[in-house]
């Protein structure tokens, strides 16, 4: 899923270019928006954090002095298909648990205690969610990272423009010009979304 568009990326950045150099230039930003948007959703799902919002299955292990809750990856939670503790079912209307769908926590109504043999992945929880589904939803959604996502962009391509080679020679000395990778500040933004403080 791509987290920008090329309109909206024309919209911040004008371009007064046309013919065969507006042609290179489209078809390079088409690149570089699929790029950057793949290393934002791997830097967040490196973080606890999953960008799209489908249908998944995550599976946990209860701690060894008891798990009564665990975090999803995927929020908002738009639903809740299954949970089973050691393959029995549990279900919300019963009180075994409570959701809380905007920061995808699941309360248990008592420690889930880890078995003698079988307790690697004993909670499995089947749910549908995520950030957005689509790059509409997530411009809406999350301007202040779209906002960055585009000069983020805007940063690579013009460092491409001026360092057209990768290593450049003089005399016995090379000099090799490596990707920079995510600027601070769109870190900053990605970083105040994923789950390193408790709600």
């Given at each position: ?150 000069m983020q962009i805007s940063f690579e391509l013009s460092r491409y ?39």
């Open positions: 899923m791509d987290l920008t568009t090329k309109d909206r990326f024309f919209a911040f950045f004008p371009d007064s270019t046309d013919g065969a150099a507006k042609q290179s230039f489209t078809a390079q930003l088409g690149m570089r928006i699929s790029s950057v948007s793949k290393s934002v959703i791997r830097y967040l799902e490196n973080k606890g954090r999953h960008v799209e919002a489908k249908e998944r299955t995550e599976k946990f292990t209860p701690a060894k002095d008891g798990t009564r809750e665990v975090r999803l990856k995927g929020y908002p939670v738009s639903g809740v298909e299954s949970v089973t503790v050691f393959g029995d079912a549990w279900t919300s209307e019963d009180g075994d648990f409570v959701v809380n769908s905007a920061f995808g926590n699941i309360l248990f109504n008592q420690k889930i205690y880890r078995d003698d043999d079988l307790y690697h992945g004993a909670i499995s929880v089947t749910y549908t969610g995520g950030m957005a589904a689509d790059t509409d939803g997530f411009v809406n959604e999350y301007p202040d990272i779209e906002s960055a996502v585009l423009k001026s360092i057209a080679n990768k290593s450049q020679a003089n005399g016995a000395a090379t000099t090799s010009y490596n990707d920079y990778g995510l600027l601070p500040e769109l870190c900053r933004i990605l970083d105040s979304y994923c789950p390193t403080v408790e709600p």
